[in-house]
């Protein structure tokens, strides 16, 4: 099992920039593929970004393609979602997932067991 815990957000202009912290505790943190999703107030939680054990395969939602980057650090058992040129419509709770599952990265809530509590960003305009 692993516990995640969500740091970074806060209020931003639009145009401006973030960086999201997710720390892991518990088993390995090189175990688990991790994933950030979002949810607005009245809408569905949606997928973010997602990367593989190693970092080294990406997958994004269309709306963040080219704006948002995921990594991590195994080391520090930490991932972090940068976000730049941010919208109003980017403004959400932000949560981290962890995933043990090992086919292919699919941006698909379900296949995510852990999930942290989540950060509030927003957007003005």
């Known amino acids: 099992q692993v516990q995640l815990v969500e740091s970074g957000g806060g209020l931003v202009q639009a145009g401006g920039s973030l960086r999201l912290s997710c720390a892991a505790s518990g088993r390995p943190f090189s175990s688990y593929r991790m994933g950030w999703f979002r949810q607005a107030p009245g809408k569905e939680r949606e997928f973010v970004a997602a990367?593989?054990?190693?970092?080294?395969?990406?997958i994004y939602g269309d709306s963040v393609k080219g704006r948002f980057t995921i990594s991590r650090d195994n080391a520090k058992n930490t991932v972090y979602l940068h976000m730049n040129s941010l919208k109003p419509e980017d403004t959400a709770v932000y949560y981290c997932a962890a995933s043990s599952r090992w086919a292919v990265l699919r941006p698909v809530s379900d296949d995510y067991e852990y999930w942290g509590q989540g950060t509030q960003v927003t957007v003005s305009s």
């Open positions: 990367l593989s054990r190693n970092g080294g395969d990406t």
